[in-house]
């Protein structure tokens, strides 16, 4: 895209268990960032079907934001690139800075996190804060987070305490209660029918529910 300044962007992947203020943050930064001059966009993988075509955190008083789908096929860097170049033919201009945030990027392929880095933030075009979860309820890297892992130029931990109450250790795993009991069945990813919920929890504390 000629005609814009040269930037240095990063791709940034900031991580937490579940219900650690991860979309809440988001939100607030974003709003901070788009009222300074910035362009953003917030963005979430296709598979993620929680909330639809928004994001919306569990603990802000249900703040929530309109998000671009990232389509699960195709070039996830050609289509922020695209969605850009459109909004150049609106109103955003390359003399502020674009910041796009990526809600959920677990569900991300790895595939997808390189094409976002090489694509978008090497090519020089924006920088990408990816917010999502390290493992599953298993304490298996998702494989979009094992990338961002691998990829990202720096990588934060938005810390959370373990939701077994007096503990105050900082939460690691987010494990699957079925029935109150913690479990390590079923898919990585939660699908319609499982009666499932999660609680975030501490090493100490999901080892010994496990065994």
Known sequence: MPGRPRRHHELNFHFSTMAGGKTAEILLDEYRKRDSGWNTI???PE????????????????????????PE?????EFLRREIANRLGASAVWEHPWLIYVDEAQFLSPEQVKQLATGVV??????????????????????GSAA?????????????????????????VNARLVNGIVTTEGPQKAIDGIEA??????????LSEIT
């Open 197 to 206: 919920t999660y609680s975030a929890l501490c090493r100490s504390h999901y």
């Open 122 to 143: 090497d090519a020089d075009i924006a920088t990408i804060e990816a917010y999502g979860l390290l493992n599953d309820f298993r304490g298996e890297l998702f494989p």
């Open 42 to 44: 917030i963005a979430k």
């Open 73 to 77: 096929k195709g070039d996830a860097g």
């Open 148 to 172: 961002l892992l691998k990829w990202a130029d720096r990588k934060i931990q938005i810390a959370s305490a373990c939701e077994r109450g007096g503990c105050g250790q900082v939460a690691v």
């Open 47 to 70: 598979g993620d079907s929680k909330a639809g075509t928004r994001i919306q955190s569990r603990i802000a008083g249900g703040m929530e934001a309109p998000a671009l789908l990232i």
